[in-house]
């Protein structure tokens, strides 16, 4: 094996010492020079060494300068300090400053040398093994601490989920009681009475919405099976956009479709998925109250990070290499803060008003998501809009 070597020496005669010395020992020796610790450096930064062994007095520096310059730039090759001065003081300033060794010019440098440069190139490689280890471990550890939190919230949601569903179905009845009274009571006032139809008018909308309120709640809790076939995911999106036209009014509002034309088919639950898109694109209409523009993209790309959800595990949702097809929902809103941000897939968190929303809606997109082993991220910042961005899950001939 190689050792390459870059000597950092002005001294002629010592230059030719060194490589003599080097090639005496019969391992094979690469060594670059530089006389002085500009060009040094230079070498330094653009290539790669297995050690650098420099003179402690350079013409226009030292070797403590040339350290604290490598150490500026975290370029971190095993250091040998050479000099012809046998000063404690300087030796301890190098090794604080990461010197690996200090050797002097004496009559034992040549027998020395050698042992010196395999010794600091040993002690480096098994720093490097520890690095690499500590780094793994930290990884590790990280990635148990994500499990921990997915499986704590995955418990959070399954006991929440259950207890919505337990109390939606104990509240609708006597919902249901009270709207036959108010039918009943419709029914035998008399058209004078006005101001107590009104009174029934109010109770009756009170009652709509809680019912409304208990269906999203049992939307949230039901765990129902999907049913996945081959989907056109720009068919699912027109058909999501055109429901949602329906219900809203869009004079202020620019729609901007950049979907990309014959996508790979998803396998997808095309109902389940219409409904994650229409409430996202009402949150977007909702968060532009005067007026604004939402873009709508869809194209398909290679995974080739790791992040949340994409990794080489077998629990990872997708694998690195694995395509995907992606869906992009961006608005021009009043955008979410960085402390709102951690929350929105909290059940029951919401930051609109009063009777607009339940808190439920991207409690219900996330389920759904997970459902299909997709992913949703949320990018937003107050004032600045926001972005949802969906991975799905291309169809393959084994699905």
């Known amino acids: ?226 049913d996945l076939k081959t989907e056109d995911i720009n068919s699912i999106l027109g058909v999501s956009l055109t429901l949602v036209k329906a219900r809203c009014e869009f004079e202020n509002i620019d729609i901007i479709m950049e979907t990309k034309k014959d996508l790979p088919g998803i396998l997808a639950d095309k109902n389940k998925l219409e409904q994650v898109f229409i409430n996202l694109l009402l949150n977007a209409i909702q968060a532009m109250p005067d007026r604004g523009k939402i873009i709508i993209r869809s194209y398909d790309k290679q995974l080739e990070e790791v992040e949340n959800g994409v990794g080489t595990r077998v629990q990872d949702n997708f694998q690195v290499g694995e395509r995907a097809v992606i869906v992009e929902i961006e608005d021009e809103g009043v955008g979410i803060s960085e402390e709102n941000l951690k929350k929105i897939f909290e059940p029951f968190f919401t930051t609109k008003s009063l009777g607009v929303g339940f808190g439920l809606g991207l409690s219900v997109t996330r389920n759904i998501i997970d459902m299909h082993k997709g992913l949703i991220d949320v990018e937003s910042q107050a004032g600045k809009g926001t972005k949802v961005v969906i991975t799905l899950k291309i169809a393959t001939d084994k699905t």
């Open 1 to 226: 094996m190689t050792i390459k070597i870059l000597l950092i020496e002005d001294n002629l005669d010592h230059i030719e010492i060194t490589k003599r010395i080097l090639q005496r020992t019969g391992d094979d020796y690469q060594v670059d020079l530089a006389t002085d610790s500009r060009s040094g450096l230079k070498k330094i930064f653009q290539g790669s060494y297995d050690v650098i062994l420099c003179d402690y007095r350079l013409p226009d520096s030292t070797a403590l300068e040339v350290l604290k310059e490598m150490n500026k730039k975290n370029k971190d090759t095993p250091f040998i300090v050479v000099t012809s001065l046998g000063n404690e003081k300087v030796a301890v300033d190098l090794m604080k400053e990461g010197a690996y060794d200090y050797i002097v010019k004496d009559n034992v440098y040549q027998d020395t040398l050698d042992m010196v440069i395999k010794k600091v190139i040993d002690r480096y490689r098994i720093k490097e093994e520890k690095e690499k280890l500590e780094k793994q471990v930290r990884e590790a550890y990280e990635r148990l601490k994500e499990t921990r939190d997915q499986l704590i919230q995955a418990e959070k949601l399954n006991v929440i989920g259950q207890l919505a569903s337990s109390i939606a179905h104990e509240v609708r009845n006597p919902l249901g009681i009270i709207l036959q009274g108010i039918n009943y009571l419709e029914n035998r006032l008399s058209a004078k009475e006005g101001d107590i139809f009104e009174i029934l008018v109010t109770l009756k909308d009170s009652i709509k919405r809680a019912d409304k309120i208990i269906n999203s709640l049992l939307d949230f809790s039901r765990a129902a099976s999907l």
